[in-house]
């Protein structure tokens, strides 16, 4: 959370009533019903529900809970929790039957990944740099970059596959909520932020890659303190942001950044200023060039025919 005086600092009561304007507006322009969420426990989408259900009415708001056999305990009651707190229903429904159609559990690694986190932290900041001088999520990026390059024997049987698993399984729960959507005529809404979007963050097509995504505009903190506004239990608040199917990752680790600088960064770049001027600010030439490398390796994923969608990349000169 940023101090009262950071630039990254919202009137939360302000922004918490322009996003559930949004959602309103979003329904009567589409006619829908109302809307569906997917709800994972972590904290973007339980601001996402809570603005929801205070723009329309639990009624109005279908929630999911879609796991699989490597889901955590954890997230699973978290997302329990926050439905409760918020008086809604949550709808389970397991995917694991369709990930094992599609052989997602097969890999040696990723079987591998579901024992220890351990392993897991030394596979993200070890082994893969030691073969590739980078993070594992850099290497993602560049796979689908015009820059990409064919990647060795040890990337395709470990990073490869574990992002095959992870693609896997939220571009098929982004089907899912279509499909119910459809069904019920209701839209699907987004809980992605804007600094996930910014530096690729995201699985492309999948259920935080979504065309309707309210919180798309604020950086990670930022809905942190939309989070404290609304007065989601601690619990919720306090958590560390993590993609939850890789124990012992959290968002920041897989990064190699945490979200504080990150945003100070992402927010500099959208003011304009020069990359001198932002390490002037405090920022360093590591962290800055960390940012421009994600941003510009992500454009592919960023790709839509609405510009206002996609945002821009930030071309950096450090």
Not at 95 to 124: A, D, E, H, W
Not at 135 to 153: E, V
Not at 177 to 200: D, F, H, P, W, Y
């Amino acid at each position: 959370m940023p101090p009262s005086d950071s630039p990254l600092t919202i009137d939360a009561r302000r922004e918490a009533r322009n996003i559930e304007r949004h959602i309103q507006e979003l329904i009567d322009a589409n006619l829908a019903e109302g809307v569906i969420i997917g709800l994972s426990g972590g904290i973007d989408s339980a601001v996402l529900a809570a603005l929801s259900v205070r723009a329309v009415g639990t009624e109005r708001v279908s929630a999911y809970y879609l796991y699989d056999r490597d889901s955590s305990k954890e997230s699973q009651a978290k997302a329990k929790f926050v439905a409760e707190w918020l008086r809604m229903e949550l709808k389970h429904h397991d995917i694991t039957p369709s990930m094992q159609k599609m052989n997602i559990y097969s890999p040696l690694i990723v079987r591998i990944t579901t024992l220890s986190g351990f392993i897991n932290r030394c596979l993200n900041t070890k082994l893969h740099r030691l073969f590739h001088g980078e993070l594992p999520f850099i290497s993602i990026l560049r796979k689908g970059s015009p820059a990409g390059n064919n990647k060795s024997f040890f990337y395709n049987r470990t990073v490869g596959s574990i992002e095959a698993a992870f693609n896997a399984r939220h571009i098929y729960r982004r089907k899912f909520l279509e499909q119910r959507a459809q069904e019920k005529n209701r839209i699907v809404l987004g809980a992605a932020n804007r600094s996930e979007l910014m530096v690729g963050w995201f699985v492309k097509d999948g259920v935080d890659d979504l065309p309707f995504s309210p919180l798309i505009g604020l950086y990670k903190t930022q809905v942190l303190q939309l989070a404290k506004y609304l007065g989601l239990p601690s619990q919720i608040q306090d958590q560390a942001p993590s993609p939850d199917m890789l124990k012992g990752i959290t968002d920041e680790s897989a990064l190699g950044i945490s979200y504080d600088i990150l945003d100070l960064i992402l927010h500099y770049i959208d003011r304009g200023m020069s990359d001198w001027e932002i390490v002037s600010s405090g920022i360093s030439i590591k962290d800055l060039r960390m940012v421009h490398t994600m941003n510009s390796l992500s454009v592919w994923k960023r790709r839509r025919e609405n510009p206002a969608v996609s945002g821009e990349k930030y071309a950096g000169s450090i």
